[in-house]
Structure formats: structure tokens, C-alpha cells
């Protein structure tokens, strides 16, 4: 049979299906009821007309029926659309017109939004809402979630395509969000890699190799159990999150994360027996130490004895709260370097090799390119553009253009080129300076945003920033920092401008450093630099710096 996520789940519910698949809160699903749900969905959804490429938003947060909803549109050979939560009317309306989506699933929370565009979508035929405990009643013309599962019978199993699209949007930090697409088989097929860190040698090359692997786990005892603490409407929380520990037949732990409880966190990694966590850089990493640093000094601790790795992805996570987490659990950190369009390279960490910031080994099929397409030699100084000549996408979904500058071939193999810039260290390792589009142009120098802001949360009293230009009749863009401080510490901007000049180049060092109470972040972690844009060119039009 042809690889496919949901022929490769079937096959792991048919292998260990007593064994617990899916965990939020105290509501644990076995392989088996897992593909039993999953397959009358796909049946409700199958009787209805929908079919090969239907393509089914999923507006929720973190849950068990996000995944399974995922689950259901694979098996019909679907494509499920993963819808930000934060999303209003318009961009609602922007994203499940642009995805092409017939099917909504969505939480009941979200009743009012989901009535406010229902007019607007006359291509999204079938509404199914998830009773969350809102105690939102169930919108005129949707169905709901659990009287489905009840009442239809399973959708018998098919055959499927290695080809059949798969989809992820990105959230559209550098513009509308885009569909990214991948073959099915192809994606499924790559997870397979995460046998390497149990042990599994050679890796599987077809589901029966992978079913014999998983029952070796499983009579061992050690089948992965991940919580993914980032939302699963973003690729980390779904990809590493969901998708690897699946697919090796491992469990998943979501936790409610309308609002991130470090301490919640915890409490369900002891409960739960962890092995893996996954998370987005400091904006989890920070709470997540604070939590226990708070925990310790009252008296008390969480037992972390099962925790053996902890992912980061999508953010730079800094060397100084990695080295924090290992003070209370010897684990590996990986911090992946990756976007939507690909995984490009790591850096892995453990109490004996604690690794700098943004230094990362470049996966064996990634590369750094100049301007000419010709690889930058290790240690020349040159900066590049990161590809990734792994799992490709096939493209972005309705945009030629886009794809073809994105997704190309450099002699005579095709890589992604997300646009993260990069040099090429004599040892052959990599310093991400970050992504292009951020990039800051001062007095005819280029300046990277992550750069600077990764020099300035080595201070010690830094607990957060961001780093943005603001137009200045002098320099063509002042760089400019807006800073959060750790509770009971404290730090001026002479102090933080004079830490970083001892760290980076003069002209790097920010003009001026604007303190606030939050620096802003998505809620899977990643910067929000429209918000520091702002908030820099607000604070500066204040002191009367800048254009």
C-alpha cells in the first residue's frame, strides 16, 4: 500500500491499538476508538459528498478532536486546513476562501464568528461544532460533533495516493497567509526519522518495517510520549507536536492552551509520564523555568525523571534559559531550525555541551547559497540564504509566482528557500541572523533583528525582546529595541546598549531601548514585529528620534 499518514495510522491502530494515542485532560483515547472517531467523521463527511480533496478547516484550540478532525480528512483522502484561532471575521473569510474549504470544524466558543461569516462562504457546505463546555448552543444548520460520531457508521478503509496534497498555512508574518503543500506519502514517509532516537537502526523504509519497530517499542515500554505545549494550528505544535510521535506510534498530551499555565504544564508531564516536549523558545522556555525555579524555592518539585528531549522550533531559544532547563532535568534540547517551507538545521544541547545561541549544524541536505546560487565557503564571512534540499513542498497553493521564487532547483536539485540568511562558520556550523524581510538597513549596513536581540537577552536582568527599525533622516533606520525585565531586576538602556556593543559590531547596537511591561508575541511564540514596529516608532516619535 501506498504511504500515507492515514494508511500509516490505520496500520498502528490494527498493531497496538489498546495503547493510548490521543490525551487532554483526563479524556484518553486508544489507538483503536482513535481510528474508530476518526472513521465516522470520515464517514458523516463521505455521505454528505465531500471526497478526494475536500478540503476541512479546523478552528480550535489545542484538543483531542483537533487531531482527530486532522485524522478524518487524511482518511478520505482530504486536506485538513489548520485555522488560527486568534482570526476575526475578515481573516476568517480570507482563509477558508483562499484554502478552498467546504467543511468547518470548529469549538463552540467560536459560535458568533463562525455565524458572522457563514454567508460569506457559500462554497463551505458542512459545519460541525465541538462542544468545548461554553454552553454556546448549536448553530442553525451545523452538526454536532459527538451525535456524528454516534450515529454514523465508520467509513470502510481505502486506497490512497502517495501524491494527495497535503496542507499547512503559514501565518502570514510577511503577508497573507499561505497555503504551503507537500505530497502526503512523501511527509509521512520523512517521519519516520524519528525512529533514529530510539534506537531503531536501519530506519524503516515501508509500513511493515515501521510495524515491527513500533511493536519492538511498544514490548520495551518505550513508545514516545509527547506534549506539545504550542498551539497545533502552527506547524511546530502540529509537526513535532503530533505528527512524530503518531507516527512511530506514540501518544500525544495537549493541554487548553486558550491561555499557557507553565505550572499546568508541569502538572501534566507528571501525570502523564512524559517523555518529549515541544515548545517555541523563550516564550515557553521562560515561564516554563520560572515555574520551576518558583516550585524550588518553596520547598517543592515536579518530578520531570520520565522527560528526555524537549523540541523547540520556529524562534531562536537562548543559551541562557537552555541552560536553566537542564539545571532540573538531564534531557536533550533541540532547537530545529525550520519554517512551514522546510527543516533546514539544529543544534542539539546537553549538560555537557551546552551550545551558544543561533549556532546550528546544517542538516545533510541543507545548504547556504550567495546571491549567484554558489555555496558560501565556511569561514569567509559571507552571508547567505539558507535552502533546504529535503522534504520540498510542491509549492504554495494558488500562487505560481510565489512558488517559483520560493521552490526552485540550484544544479539540478530542488530546494526551499525561505528566506532566513546565514554564515557559514570554519567548523561548518551556522549563525542564523534571521529572516530577510526583517532585516534593517542602517547607514548602507545591513542589520538582522534576531541577531541583536539574541545579544541582548544575554543580560541577565533581560527577560524579553524585540529588535525593529525606525526611519531616521540620518541613518535611512535607527535600530531600535523594546525590552521586558525579569521581575526585581532592573537595567537602563546605557546598560543594555553597552552589553550588546561588547557582543556585536558597534553599528549593530541599538540606538535606543524603549522598556515595556510585555514585549508582544504571537501565541505560538513567534515575534510579533508589526506590534514592535509600532511600538518603536511610537516610543521614538516621543523623544522626538527618528523620521
Given at each position: 500500500?501506498?504511504?500515507?499518514?492515514?494508511?500509516?495510522?490505520?496500520?498502528?491502530?490494527?498493531?497496538?491499538?489498546?495503547?493510548?494515542?490521543?490525551?487532554?485532560?483526563?479524556?484518553?483515547?486508544?489507538?483503536?476508538?482513535?481510528?474508530?472517531?476518526?472513521?465516522?467523521?470520515?464517514?458523516?463527511?463521505?455521505?454528505?459528498?465531500?471526497?478526494?480533496?475536500?478540503?476541512?478547516?479546523?478552528?480550535?484550540?489545542?484538543?483531542?478532536?483537533?487531531?482527530?478532525?486532522?485524522?478524518?480528512?487524511?482518511?478520505?483522502?482530504?486536506?485538513?486546513?489548520?485555522?488560527?484561532?486568534?482570526?476575526?471575521?475578515?481573516?476568517?473569510?480570507?482563509?477558508?476562501?483562499?484554502?478552498?474549504?467546504?467543511?468547518?470544524?470548529?469549538?463552540?466558543?467560536?459560535?458568533?464568528?463562525?455565524?458572522?461569516?457563514?454567508?460569506?462562504?457559500?462554497?463551505?457546505?458542512?459545519?460541525?461544532?465541538?462542544?468545548?463546555?461554553?454552553?454556546?448552543?448549536?448553530?442553525?444548520?451545523?452538526?454536532?460533533?459527538?451525535?456524528?460520531?454516534?450515529?454514523?457508521?465508520?467509513?470502510?478503509?481505502?486506497?490512497?495516493?502517495?501524491?494527495?496534497?497535503?496542507?499547512?498555512?503559514?501565518?502570514?508574518?510577511?503577508?497573507?497567509?499561505?497555503?504551503?503543500?507537500?505530497?502526503?506519502?512523501?511527509?509521512?514517509?520523512?517521519?519516520?526519522?524519528?525512529?533514529?532516537?530510539?534506537?531503531?537502526?536501519?530506519?524503516?523504509?515501508?509500513?511493515?518495517?515501521?510495524?515491527?519497530?513500533?511493536?519492538?517499542?511498544?514490548?520495551?515500554?518505550?513508545?514516545?510520549?509527547?506534549?506539545?505545549?504550542?498551539?497545533?494550528?502552527?506547524?511546530?505544535?502540529?509537526?513535532?507536536?503530533?505528527?512524530?510521535?503518531?507516527?512511530?506510534?506514540?501518544?500525544?498530551?495537549?493541554?487548553?492552551?486558550?491561555?499557557?499555565?507553565?505550572?499546568?504544564?508541569?502538572?501534566?508531564?507528571?501525570?502523564?509520564?512524559?517523555?518529549?516536549?515541544?515548545?517555541?523558545?523563550?516564550?515557553?522556555?521562560?515561564?516554563?523555568?520560572?515555574?520551576?525555579?518558583?516550585?524550588?524555592?518553596?520547598?517543592?518539585?515536579?518530578?520531570?525523571?520520565?522527560?528526555?528531549?524537549?523540541?523547540?522550533?520556529?524562534?531562536?531559544?537562548?543559551?541562557?534559559?537552555?541552560?536553566?532547563?537542564l539545571e532540573f532535568a538531564d534531557m536533550t534540547l533541540t532547537d530545529a531550525l525550520a519554517s512551514t517551507e522546510g527543516s533546514m538545521a539544529r543544534s542539539m544541547t546537553t549538560r555537557e555541551n551546552i551550545e551558544g545561541t543561533a549556532e546550528f549544524e546544517l542538516m545533510d541536505t541543507s545548504k547556504v547559497f550567495d546571491e549567484n546560487d554558489e555555496e558560501i565557503v565556511p569561514g569567509s564571512g559571507k552571508t547567505g540564504l539558507l535552502a533546504n534540499g529535503g522534504r520540498c513542498p510542491v509549492g504554495y497553493?494558488?500562487?505560481?509566482?510565489?512558488?517559483?521564487?520560493?521552490?526552485?532547483?540550484?544544479?539540478?536539485?530542488?530546494?526551499?528557500?525561505?528566506?532566513?540568511?546565514?554564515?557559514?562558520?570554519?567548523?561548518?556550523?551556522?549563525?542564523?541572523?534571521?529572516?530577510?524581510?526583517?532585516?534593517?538597513?542602517?547607514?548602507?549596513?545591513?542589520?538582522?533583528?534576531?541577531?541583536?536581540?539574541?545579544?541582548?537577552?544575554?543580560?541577565?536582568?533581560?527577560?524579553?525582546?524585540?529588535?525593529?527599525?525606525?526611519?531616521?533622516?540620518?541613518?535611512?533606520?535607527?535600530?531600535?529595541?523594546?525590552?521586558?525585565?525579569?521581575?526585581?531586576?532592573?537595567?537602563?538602556?546605557?546598560?543594555?546598549?553597552?552589553?550588546?556593543?561588547?557582543?556585536?559590531?558597534?553599528?549593530?547596537?541599538?540606538?535606543?531601548?524603549?522598556?515595556?511591561?510585555?514585549?508582544?508575541?504571537?501565541?505560538?511564540?513567534?515575534?510579533?514585529?508589526?506590534?514592535?514596529?509600532?511600538?518603536?516608532?511610537?516610543?521614538?516619535?516621543?523623544?522626538?528620534?527618528?523620521?
Open positions: 500500500m501506498e504511504m500515507h499518514f492515514a494508511t500509516l495510522w490505520e496500520h498502528i491502530s490494527d498493531t497496538i491499538g489498546d495503547r493510548t494515542a490521543i490525551i487532554h485532560g483526563d479524556n484518553k483515547v486508544s489507538w483503536s476508538d482513535f481510528d474508530d472517531r476518526a472513521a465516522r467523521l470520515a464517514g458523516f463527511l463521505s455521505e454528505r459528498g465531500h471526497g478526494v480533496d475536500c478540503k476541512a478547516g479546523i478552528y480550535a484550540y489545542n484538543c483531542n478532536e483537533h487531531i482527530e478532525a486532522e485524522y478524518a480528512a487524511f482518511k478520505m483522502r482530504g486536506v485538513p486546513i489548520n485555522v488560527n484561532y486568534r482570526y476575526l471575521a475578515d481573516e476568517l473569510v480570507y482563509l477558508l476562501d483562499n484554502s478552498d474549504s467546504e467543511v468547518i470544524f470548529y469549538q463552540a466558543c467560536f459560535t458568533d464568528r463562525i455565524s458572522e461569516i457563514k454567508a460569506k462562504l457559500p462554497d463551505l457546505k458542512t459545519f460541525i461544532q465541538i462542544d468545548d463546555g461554553s454552553g454556546n448552543a448549536l448553530l442553525e444548520g451545523a452538526f454536532d460533533y459527538e451525535t456524528i460520531i454516534a450515529e454514523t457508521s465508520p467509513m470502510p478503509r481505502i486506497d490512497r495516493k502517495w501524491e494527495d496534497i497535503y496542507m499547512l498555512y503559514t501565518g502570514g508574518t510577511t503577508g497573507m497567509p499561505k497555503g504551503v503543500m507537500y505530497y502526503n506519502g512523501e511527509f509521512a514517509q520523512s517521519q519516520f526519522a524519528s525512529f533514529e532516537a530510539y534506537g531503531i537502526s536501519p530506519l524503516p523504509t515501508n509500513l511493515d518495517e515501521a510495524m515491527a519497530a513500533i511493536r519492538k517499542l511498544a514490548e520495551a515500554d518505550a513508545l514516545p510520549v509527547t506534549l506539545s505545549a504550542c498551539p497545533l494550528m502552527h506547524g511546530t505544535g502540529m509537526w513535532g507536536g503530533v505528527f512524530a510521535p503518531l507516527s512511530i506510534g506514540g501518544t500525544v498530551v495537549t493541554l487548553d492552551n486558550s491561555s499557557f499555565s507553565a505550572d499546568e504544564l508541569w502538572e501534566a508531564v507528571e501525570r502523564n509520564k512524559v517523555t518529549n516536549l515541544v515548545i517555541v523558545g523563550d516564550a515557553f522556555g521562560n515561564p516554563m523555568l520560572t515555574s520551576l525555579k518558583k516550585a524550588r524555592d518553596e520547598g517543592r518539585s515536579y518530578d520531570l525523571s520520565t522527560v528526555r528531549s524537549m523540541m523547540s522550533s520556529g524562534v531562536m531559544w537562548s543559551h541562557e534559559v537552555k541552560k536553566g532547563l497553493y494558488k500562487d505560481p509566482v510565489k512558488s517559483a521564487a520560493t521552490f526552485r532547483e540550484v544544479k539540478g536539485q530542488r530546494y526551499s528557500f525561505p528566506g532566513d540568511f546565514a554564515t557559514v562558520e570554519a567548523d561548518g556550523k551556522i549563525k542564523l541572523l534571521g529572516r530577510g524581510s526583517m532585516c534593517i538597513n542602517t547607514m548602507g549596513e545591513k542589520v538582522f533583528p534576531e541577531e541583536v536581540e539574541e545579544a541582548i537577552k544575554t543580560h541577565p536582568a533581560v527577560y524579553d525582546c524585540l529588535v525593529a527599525g525606525v526611519k531616521d533622516p540620518k541613518f535611512g533606520e535607527r535600530v531600535t529595541a523594546v525590552v521586558s525585565i525579569r521581575p526585581g531586576m532592573s537595567a537602563d538602556e546605557a546598560e543594555v546598549v553597552e552589553h550588546v556593543k561588547a557582543r556585536l559590531s558597534g553599528y549593530k547596537k541599538p540606538k535606543n531601548v524603549f522598556f515595556v511591561d510585555v514585549v508582544r508575541r504571537a501565541m505560538n511564540g513567534k515575534a510579533d514585529y508589526k506590534w514592535a514596529k509600532a511600538k518603536v516608532a511610537e516610543e521614538a516619535a516621543k523623544i522626538g528620534v527618528g523620521a
